[in-house]
């Protein structure tokens, strides 16, 4: 069975103690139960914020896949565990298209991420312009092969898959419950034809792009959907606890 999986992503938002007034309250007023809580915060606060709570796992939003190096102003997967960070974003919209990370520099990301034993989220998603030319399975499956192409089926317990259409990601516009779940089933199908039943019926596969309190529970009640990577209503711990209790 897949797990139940409700991550914050927070991007480039908050002040130092506005992060740590907003875990605090989340960490305060949320219980131990069926779902995983994990946030991804600005790496800046990863060194405060790890350890401060058993009940979310706190993940970093980028790395870079090289051990250590001239690499001014980058971060490794080694630095990332040695402050105790064991779970990272690769392949988010907004790092494929504001910073250039291409289908092969993700697979780099995947790889050195799975070498260093790190948890990964795997984000994929089409855009508009995808979606309406009714190519939108082929493009999705298309990142998901390229990204995975050289993981085995031992490593995927190791990643969980975000799909998230660009045209919904912080613009108020959610995909229908509908598109949603033909697209979790379409990802599903795939992780089948590559994986065989036992990892495609075990890999969690969230759904995110302007999830929020008031739709979260129709997109949670799809059968192939397994939670969620909220963004923006995220940065509200009513709304973020809200939204894990959605299922
Ligand atoms: C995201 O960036 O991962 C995301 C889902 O953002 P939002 O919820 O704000 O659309």
Redesign the pocket.
């Known amino acids: 069975m897949s797990k139940r999986i409700v991550a914050g ?1 927070w ?1 480039m938002n908050l002040t130092a103690e506005e992060a740590v007034n907003l875990f605090k309250e989340i960490e305060e007023r949320l219980s131990f139960s069926e779902v995983d809580v994990k946030v991804f915060v600005p790496s800046i606060y990863l060194q405060s914020l790890t350890g401060l709570s058993e009940k979310i796992t706190i993940g970093a939003q980028n790395f870079y896949p090289v051990s250590k190096g001239a690499f001014t102003g980058e971060i490794s997967p080694i630095q990332l565990r040695s402050i105790g960070i064991n779970t990272v974003l690769i392949g ?1 919209s ?1 790092r494929r298209d504001l910073f250039g990370e291409n289908d092969d520099f993700i697979q780099s990301k995947v790889k050195s991420a799975l070498e260093n034993g790190m948890d990964i989220i795997l ?1 994929c998603g089409e855009s508009l312009e995808t979606r309406d030319a009714g190519n939108e399975v082929k493009f999705v499956t298309g990142q998901l092969s390229s990204a995975l192409s050289i993981v085995e089926s031992a490593s995927m317990k190791n990643i969980t898959i ?1 799909y ?1 259409p660009i045209w ?4 108020g516009k959610t995909s229908s419950s509908q598109q949603a779940e033909d697209m979790h089933l379409a990802i599903r199908n795939w992780l089948d034809s590559k994986y065989g039943p036992t990892v495609a019926g075990s890999t969690s596969i969230l759904y ?4 929020n309190a008031a739709n979260a529970k129709e997109l949670f009640a799809c059968p192939n959907v397994d939670g969620g ?5 995220s940065l509200d711990a009513e709304t973020f606890l809200t939204i894990i209790s959605s299922f």
């Open positions: 992503n991007k988010h907004e984000c975000a998230e919904a990601i912080g613009t995110g792009g302007s999830c990577l909220i963004g923006g209503a």
